[in-house]
């Protein structure tokens, strides 16, 4: 009898493998135990900082120095299926192929492996994300900025992969972008373009330097009062260096500064956020401020003007208007603030 049982019970196991697949990959990608801690990280700014409601489907394109790890069936083709985390209870199907140097994203546009990070969406609006591993990072021996590169590589998938959960609120300043690219083709359109076209003016270097040290020292001010009147300076002063710009060479810049500000902005703060949470990075306000510290203009300022509208409304308040259908700008609600 006890034979026969134990016959049976092969023949139980044999069945099951046929029925629902090889075995050789139903164990954890190890290559991935990194991107949950990524997704863990996420789930406590988008639960405990912000208090989101949903979160939209994205499809993953991340790499090392040998595969891509993806959840596009386009980059994935003829790849190996595997088993990775999930994101936010919503499950992911994984796959794993060689790619050689070169990457398919799921828009069928292909990229060169190197160091980069952003979002991106398709035709139909579904976002995807890009990303290398922190191998890779590790082995290009990019700055952790004295936070360690593990803790700085999750800093850049929190602002990157939060780029995801705002892309359909952004179908206004398309238009607005269209229409500049039809008066000035020859302008490199992004969220530097402003460095990139004033980095050798002096006057303009001169008040922009002014400007941005005005909100970082409102944000850090403590004296209510004394901060809200900082803020208005420093708001009188953007105001003008956008009026400058626009008189100097006729570039309407106002609308998109303070959009690629509050773009940059609430990704730069979405990783503070998680820096100094104690169940996050839990780093000081000071150590936190220098692992977020960045060359770029928009970032760096951007940062200073969610971070100074913290101190007006809590995070579940500013992530209403920073991931809801319409992106309200972080100058706009600060003007307003300033104004009660």
Known sequence: MRKNQFVLIIILIISSINLFGHTKNNKFEQSLNEVQRWFKAWDLVYNDVYALKEIKPVEFVLFDDTY????????GKDG??????DLTGMPLSWIKKMHNGKITLPDNSEIEVRITSFASQLENGSPYFVMPLT?????NKVDDHGIGIE???TCVFLHEFGHTQQLQSLNDIGVVMDEYSKLHPEDNLNDDILQ???KNDSIYLKDYKIEADLFRQAALEKDKSECVKLSKTALQMLKARQQKCFEKDGRDIAKMDNFFLTLEGIGQYT??????????????????????????????QGFDTI?????????????????GKVLTTSIDLLEKEVRK
Request: glycine share 6%; charged share 20%.
């Open 68 to 75: 891509v790890y993806t959840t596009s069936k386009i980059t």
């Open 80 to 85: 190996v299926n595997i088993i990775g985390p």
């Open 135 to 139: 191998s890779f990072w590790l082995k």
């Open 151 to 153: 803790t700085l590589v």
């Open 196 to 198: 990139y076209y004033y």
């Open 271 to 300: 990783a503070f956020a998680w820096l100094v949470n104690p169940k996050g990075g839990n780093l000081s306000i000071e150590k936190a401020l220098l692992g977020i510290k960045t060359k770029w203009w928009s970032q760096e």
């Open 307 to 323: 971070f100074l509208l913290s101190r007006f409304m809590k995070p579940k308040k500013i992530s209403k208007f920073m991931f």
